[in-house]
């Protein structure tokens, strides 16, 4: 931890505050395929984790921004909707929106700075873990529905984990046969690409491990455009790392799919009901790097 880095947080929150969270994320996506560029390459610079992951574009500072601009913009009035994390927050007109952002920049560098500290290697994923705490305080702070949401009277008459009307995260993914088929594809072909990588050279570790992350947050730059693509970033992280530490393609694919059943069960526990967005894909991710930790 340090007090530049800590500045550099607070500049990388309004900037993501200002892109919008979700369109900060596909740069992190783009930063994290240019970082696995280099570490192929042979660069000394470690450019997936100061910038993909640092204070430029880390999804604890960026997006978290976004989160939390767009959070503050629905209490103030001055925006519709505090789920919107597609809307960049300077559309909104308000300097102190943005300010919420750099501060919740701030916020994820220090939780993350802490986590690194406390936990043990691999204990699990801290940038995760913030991601949700952020979200988290963003809506205990900006919302009105509590941490786990409040039901509608529609909602009340299909049960809290039915989703359906405005209730609902990714509608062209939460049935479960669809979610099924689509984890076991992203699964299989990230695990095999991480396993092909790690296999020529242990150093390649973070080109192995990260890149199919990269390409799922890279390719929600089409859901910005409101093309029906899959969000699977926790799928494809999951199964990469499952299959480098089992060195089993199948096991990689199962905790991809895994993951991916577990991020839906977490939209519908924390976002579906709520006025304000907390990530299921970070929830699923921290979760699943802690099992990964616990069994490997």
């Given at each position: 931890?340090?007090f530049?880095?800590?500045?550099?947080?607070?500049?990388?929150?309004?900037?993501?505050?200002?892109?919008?969270?979700l369109?900060?994320?596909?740069?992190?996506?783009?930063?994290?395929?240019?970082g696995?560029?280099?570490?192929?390459?042979?660069?000394?610079?470690?450019?997936?984790?100061?910038?993909?992951f640092?204070?430029?574009?880390?999804?604890?500072?960026?997006?978290?921004?976004?989160?939390?601009?767009?959070?503050?913009?629905?209490?103030?009035?001055?925006?519709?909707?505090?789920?919107?994390?597609?809307?960049?927050g300077?559309?909104?007109?308000?300097?102190?929106?943005?300010?919420?952002?750099?501060?919740?920049?701030?916020?994820?560098?220090?939780?993350?700075?802490?986590f690194?500290?406390?936990?043990?290697?691999?204990?699990?994923?801290?940038?995760?873990?913030?991601?949700?705490?952020?979200?988290?305080?963003?809506?205990?702070?900006?919302?009105?529905?509590?941490?786990?949401?409040?039901?509608?009277?529609?909602?009340?008459?299909?049960?809290?984990?039915?989703?359906?009307?405005?209730?609902?995260?990714?509608?062209?993914?939460?049935?479960?046969?669809?979610?099924?088929?689509?984890?076991?594809?992203?699964?299989?072909?990230?695990?095999?690409?991480?396993?092909?990588?790690?296999?020529?050279?242990?150093?390649?570790?973070?080109?192995?491990?990260f890149?199919?992350?990269?390409?799922?947050?890279?390719s929600?730059?089409?859901?910005?455009?409101?093309?029906?693509?899959?969000?699977?970033?926790?799928?494809?992280?999951?199964?990469?790392?499952?299959?480098?530490?089992?060195g089993?393609l199948?096991?990689?694919?199962?905790?991809?799919?895994?993951?991916?059943?577990?991020?839906?069960?977490?939209?519908?526990?924390?976002?579906?009901?709520?006025?304000?967005?907390?990530?299921?894909?970070?929830?699923?991710?921290?979760?699943?790097?802690f099992?990964?930790?616990?069994?490997?």
């Amino acid at each position: 931890m340090n007090f530049v880095t800590l500045l550099a947080s607070f500049g990388g929150g309004i900037f993501g505050a200002a892109l919008g969270g979700l369109p900060a994320f596909v740069f992190t996506g783009f930063a994290v395929l240019v970082g696995a560029a280099a570490v192929l390459g042979g660069s000394s610079f470690d450019f997936i984790s100061n910038v993909a992951f640092g204070p430029v574009f880390g999804p604890h500072v960026a997006f978290c921004g976004g989160v939390a601009a767009v959070a503050y913009a629905a209490k103030k009035g001055i925006h519709g909707a505090g789920k919107d994390i597609v809307s960049g927050g300077a559309g909104f007109k308000d300097p102190m929106a943005l300010l919420v952002g750099g501060l919740f920049g701030i916020l994820g560098y220090l939780l993350v700075s802490v986590f690194n500290t406390i936990f043990p290697a691999g204990f699990t994923d801290n940038i995760a873990l913030t991601v949700f705490l952020s979200n988290a305080i963003a809506r205990l702070t900006f919302g009105k529905t509590g941490l786990f949401g409040t039901l509608s009277e529609d909602a009340q008459a299909r049960g809290r984990f039915t989703p359906g009307g405005n209730d609902v995260w990714v509608p062209h993914q939460q049935d479960f046969g669809q979610l099924f088929i689509i984890s076991l594809g992203v699964s299989l072909v990230t695990a095999w690409y991480a396993l092909t990588v790690i296999g020529i050279n242990e150093a390649y570790f973070p080109a192995a491990a990260f890149v199919g992350f990269g390409i799922s947050a890279a390719s929600l730059v089409f859901l910005c455009f409101g093309i029906n693509v899959p969000v699977t970033h926790h799928m494809t992280i999951i199964a990469s790392l499952a299959a480098i530490f089992s060195g089993s393609l199948f096991i990689g694919a199962l905790m991809g799919v895994i993951s991916a059943f577990l991020g839906e069960f977490a939209s519908r526990t924390f976002f579906i009901h709520g006025d304000t967005h907390i990530d299921p894909p970070a929830t699923a991710i921290f979760i699943m790097t802690f099992v990964l930790w616990v069994i490997f």
